[in-house]
T-cell receptor, first 110, second 116 residues
């Protein structure tokens, strides 16, 4: 069974204070690791897909990296609008099912 | 990009009644739709997978007679919560898998169900 563990559970940052979120996973034959942003009462919003170790992707203040056992989401100089819950998920190697981590709730104070 | 339109956004119903949630894929065809539920401060838990033209497959522990899923067309999947009880109160979200045009899974905006 796929296991996805995210840490920390919550992160409080001052505006401009860079930090990283961790997503560790156990899956045999990774088909894809996904990062999503979820605002309260909304559905997840797609951020990145990573497929192989060493891959990196960037979008504005966010950068996602992938190793064989974990992924990091780096938030550089965050702004209050970056406050959200960030979800990590891995795709089952047999089909399209996703297994989600519990998420990291990021709060950025002005 | 791909959009999945989910309705209603929120619904309040009485115990014992049924509620239908709709997810429509806009500008693309979704032969598969995943249905999740999410409790407060918890992550998404997959309930079932609907496939156009065939029966849905349910995850272990999900009552198929309580959560009826229909995928009658390539653009519409529905989840009906039958004989709802307060413990069914949750946030329900649908999602279409990636295809050759969309790299990520596309999620609906979610439905907040409150059973009173």
């Amino acid at each position: 069974e796929d296991q996805v563990t995210q840490s920390p559970e919550a992160l409080r940052l001052q505006e401009g204070e860079s930090s990283s979120l961790n997503c560790s996973y156990t899956v045999s034959g990774l088909r894809g690791l996904f990062w999503y942003r979820q605002d309260p009462g909304k559905g997840p919003e797609f951020l990145f897909t990573l497929y192989s170790a060493g891959e990196e992707k960037e979008k504005e203040r966010l950068k996602a990296t992938l190793t064989k056992k974990e992924s990091f989401l780096h938030i550089t100089a965050p702004k209050p609008e970056d406050s959200a819950t960030y979800l990590c998920a891995v795709q089952d190697p047999e089909d399209y099912k996703l297994s989600f981590g519990a998420g990291t709730t990021v709060t950025v104070r002005a | 990009g791909a959009v999945v339109s989910q309705h209603p956004s929120w619904v309040i119903c009485k115990s014992g009644t049924s509620v239908k949630i709709e997810c429509r894929s806009l500008d693309f065809q979704a032969t598969t739709m995943f249905w999740y539920r999410q409790f407060p401060k918890q992550s998404l838990m997959l309930m079932a997978t609907s496939n156009e033209g065939s029966k849905a497959t349910y995850e272990q522990g999900v009552e198929k007679d309580k959560f009826l899923i229909n995928h009658a067309s390539l653009t519409l999947s529905t989840l009906t919560v039958t004989s709802a009880h307060p413990e069914d109160s949750s946030f329900y979200i649908c999602s279409a898998p990636p295809d050759r045009y969309n790299y990520g899974y596309t999620f609906g905006s979610g439905t907040r169900l409150t059973v009173v």
